[in-house]
């Protein structure tokens, strides 16, 4: 399973990632955005290792999709405009990007979402998840969750960009 990585950033950054061709976007990702944000931006990166996979399937209707469940909750992951992955030739890589807007909203349901109503998000998750479901893979998955709550509020203060990437 993929490692997932929230960056808030600038609408240039953005715009700098729509003007690469697609075989670029995740190079420009993996070899200058994370030295970059992690070295010098703490504060504008959430790491969620493994756990973006539970995390989006419990924030929307079970399964691994794009733009599925509802909103607020289900953009937190995959939601927002798709910048790297077709499902074909573009597969080995995710990158998503929520706008300023999009993350305020994010941000202010993130600060409502109970653990109880994630758990109940957990235990609707498919069968194509690719973990056996447990409290502890539910526990670990709320953990990152929780910590990035944070995120997603200073990003909504700084009128930020939220990037989700993740490798394949």
Known sequence: MSIGVLFAVPAEVVEHIRSLPMPERPVYISEELEDLYFEDYPERTAELDKSWDAIHRSLT???????????PLGGVILGGELL??????????????KSPLEVARLAEGLEKLT???????????????????????????????????PFFRHAAGQGLWVLFTADQ
Do not use: H, N, Q
Not at 61 to 71: A, H, K, P, T
């Open 61 to 71: 209707d079970g399964s691994l999709c794009f733009d599925c469940g509802e909103y």
């Open 84 to 97: 790297y992955y077709d499902g074909e030739e573009y597969d080995d890589y995710i990158i998503t990007a």
């Open 115 to 149: 653990k109880a109503k994630f758990k109940r998000g957990y235990e609707s998750i498919d069968g194509s998840y690719p973990e056996p479901k447990s409290k502890e893979d539910m526990e670990y998955s709320w953990e990152y969750l929780e910590d990035a709550v």
